[in-house]
């Protein structure tokens, strides 16, 4: 798994497990009728037309022109990753006429901004021009999966966080429910809402304990989508 230099988490958005098409995924996952028009909507609402969108996978459960020629053109974000999930098994031409573009599984480096500040530097997730002066406190990788023996390795550094997705809500493991994973951070859409998920924030929150303060905008906001839902 390589390293990736492209990415500014403060204008990225990450998703995963979004099924569109998947008429089962409402009993397996216990999603609303209406999960489809929720995750378009919610990603429309938080997505900039100038972000990156990163997909950790199962996009679509099938190859069909309901997708390609109609929910694509909804999804804003001017650049989409996906990172093929277990049910992305289209051509890659289907994808690149959804405007979204394969990658592989990858690494940032992460620390905060007085870490690099100290060191003269701007970027948050730089790793090959970073080494010469100092390690970043963390690594986060990201893939469909949790991190697995066959795959990663025996042991998950202590530093080194997963974000990825697969699991639903369904836990860890096939034998009984696990919430969580150390040092893992499940985004299937079950966990978020059905929404997108700014990754400077959730980085920000999940590792280094850092929550921005809420504004009256968003308080406002949340007290309008309130009573729009009792009426």
Known sequence: MKF??????????????THFGHENIVGFCHR????????????????????????????????????????AK???????????????????????????NLVRPFKLAFDDDSHYQQEGLETL???????????PRYIVS??????????????????????HG???????TREGFVPFLKNHINLSVEQTRYTPVNLKLLLDAAILGEYPETTQEQLDEASARKSEAMR
């Not at 990736?4 to 497990?17: A, E, G, K, M």
């Not at 997730?125 to 390690?135: D, F, I, K, S």
């Not at 990201?142 to 974000?163: E, K, M, T, V």
């Open 125 to 135: 997730n730089m790793h090959g021009p970073l080494a010469q002066y100092n390690q």
């Open 4 to 17: 990736r230099d492209d990415i500014d988490i403060r204008n990225t958005w990450v998703v995963s497990d």
């Open 74 to 100: 909804e999804l804003t974000g001017a650049r989409k990753l996906l990172i093929r999930g277990n049910h992305d098994k289209n051509p890659r031409k289907f994808y690149e006429k959804c405007g979204f």
């Open 142 to 163: 990201f893939s469909h999966y949790a991190w697995s023996l066959r795959d990663d390795g025996p042991d998950q550094p202590y530093n080194h966080w997963r974000i």
């Open 166 to 172: 697969h699991i639903h809500n369904n836990g860890y």
């Open 32 to 71: 609303p009728e209406d999960h489809e028009q929720a995750i378009i909507a919610e990603w429309r609402r938080v997505v900039p037309d100038d972000a990156t969108v990163l997909h950790l996978g199962d996009l679509t459960y099938k190859s069909n022109a309901w997708f390609k020629n109609i929910i």
